[in-house]
């Protein structure tokens, strides 16, 4: 599909730039406005912006910011959808962009028939694509982390991963990888807390023949078997702080050097690392140096708990129950609905790992077609069941409690911003508020 008669805007203050953008999406026959400064294409706002089926926008301009103008606009009850044309040096604020709304960004210098494939996608009044699975989870928390792993995709810098063991921050960095790399880039994880202080180097960097006692022969490290793909250090809080030097210089100067050897290695990959640790400020331990917590923290993804994200439950449950069924080779047909009910009103401080091995167990033991709470969990197979479950107004109400407890701390206390965040108005927000007896942080100024 081409992007034949769409009406787009342009603000590109570049006479290069901005006369080959429109020269070529004339050519494919649309109807280009385009303005070379912030404050003339806000004096063009109303019914010109109106007609536009996407604003094709540079962060840089002389006068005011492509984020400047963006934020005007976005006062307005409705404007076209907002792609920004960016430099390297404005990617953070390009997501930030992306986070309050834009639709989408590109790095230059960038191709052209991606240019149109991402105006295609984005312009106001297509045909929208069809319904996607989601990858992660169908919770809001976890479709925003997709949509921001995604924005990352566009990037090699480095990402750090947090949350709670066992929340899925590999399977994120698994994720992340998939988006960027081709089917034969690798991905190579490595569990710093799994493998013993004194092998860890050799592990990562590899060693040359009798480097040291038991070196018989050359060993090729993690970071040399990525190649160009991904090197997933996970739990690096957990790294010795020697090799965190290490790794500082392998983030830092793009190479590295096997124990023993004389040469350095060129390092193509991308970094990714996780930890359930808060790394920041050093209350990670003071082992931890914040120079290299910087340099890793570049790009940043937090995972929250799956007891803080009830939508998903289910969803993974049938996503792992699937699974689990073909390869055990048992014929269960699915998860009754009280065995759901007790996975909703259980706390899963394991997480989604957690939830993995209670859905192995119960299909590798089930005796029946359908998965019932004593097969998800045998230790309460003797409770009542007034005492092993919990009704479901009450599971909603624990879980519309959480959510309304989280957006007021992420808002400061700002109900309006809060009532935003839950895609719910102001009143109602106060109502919930009431019935479920939350107080706000402080009074509203």
Request: proline content about 6%.
């Amino acid at each position: 599909m081409q992007p034949e008669g769409l009406s787009i805007g342009l603000i590109e203050d570049d006479p290069v730039m901005g006369g080959s953008i429109v020269q070529r999406l004339e050519l494919e026959g649309c109807a280009v406005h385009w303005w070379q400064s912030g404050s003339e294409a806000l004096k063009a706002h109303g019914k010109t912006f109106d007609e536009l089926d996407l604003v094709l926008c540079d962060i840089k301009l002389p006068d005011i910011d492509g984020e400047a103008v963006y934020r005007s606009l976005s006062d307005a009850q409705e404007h076209p959808p907002f792609i920004f044309i960016t430099g390297h040096g404005e990617i953070d604020q390009a997501v930030r962009l992306m986070r309050l709304g834009a639709a989408d960004y590109l790095t230059k210098p960038f191709d052209f028939e991606d240019f149109l494939s991402r105006i295609r996608e984005n312009a106001r009044g297509r045909k929208p694509a069809p319904a996607r699975e989601p990858d992660l989870g169908v919770s809001p928390a976890m479709r925003e982390l997709e949509a921001l792993l995604q924005s990352y995709a566009q990037t090699d810098l480095p990402v750090l991963i947090t949350g709670e063991t066992g929340v899925g921050k590999e399977v994120s960095a698994r994720y992340l990888h998939a988006l960027r790399s081709s089917s034969e880039d690798p991905f190579i994880a490595v569990n710093c807390a799994a493998i013993p202080a004194e092998l860890l180097e050799s592990e990562i960097f590899g060693h040359e023949k009798g480097a040291f006692s038991g070196a018989v022969k050359r060993h090729l490290g993690y970071a040399e078997r990525a190649k160009s793909g991904t090197l997933f250090l996970d739990e690096i809080g957990d790294m010795p702080p020697a090799l965190q030097a290490k790794v500082l210089r392998l983030i830092e100067e793009r190479s590295f050097m096997r124990i023993g050897g004389e040469e350095s290695i060129s390092f193509t990959g991308r970094i990714v690392t996780a930890t359930h640790r808060d790394l920041s400020g050093g209350a990670g331990g003071p082992e931890f140096r914040q120079d290299l917590y910087y340099r890793i923290a570049v790009l940043t993804a937090d995972i929250p708990p799956l007891r803080e994200r009830q939508e998903d439950i289910p969803w993974l449950m049938n996503r792992l129950l699937e699974n689990a069924a073909s390869r055990h080779n048992k014929a269960v047909r699915g998860i009754s609905s009280k065995a759901e009910e007790a996975a909703l009103a259980h706390g899963w401080p394991g997480n989604v790992r957690e939830l993995r091995n209670r859905i192995e167990r119960a299909v590798a033991l089930a005796g029946g077609e359908w998965l019932m709470p004593y097969d998800l969990f045998p230790d309460r197979k003797e409770e009542a069941p007034s005492a092993a479950f919990q009704p479901l107004s009450e599971i909603r109400d624990a879980a519309e409690k959480r959510q309304i407890e989280r957006a007021i701390s992420e808002t400061s206390g700002h109900l309006q911003d809060a009532a935003r965040l839950l895609g719910i108005s102001r009143t109602t927000l106060w109502e919930k508020m009431a019935r479920l007896q939350i107080r706000p942080e402080r009074p509203e100024s």
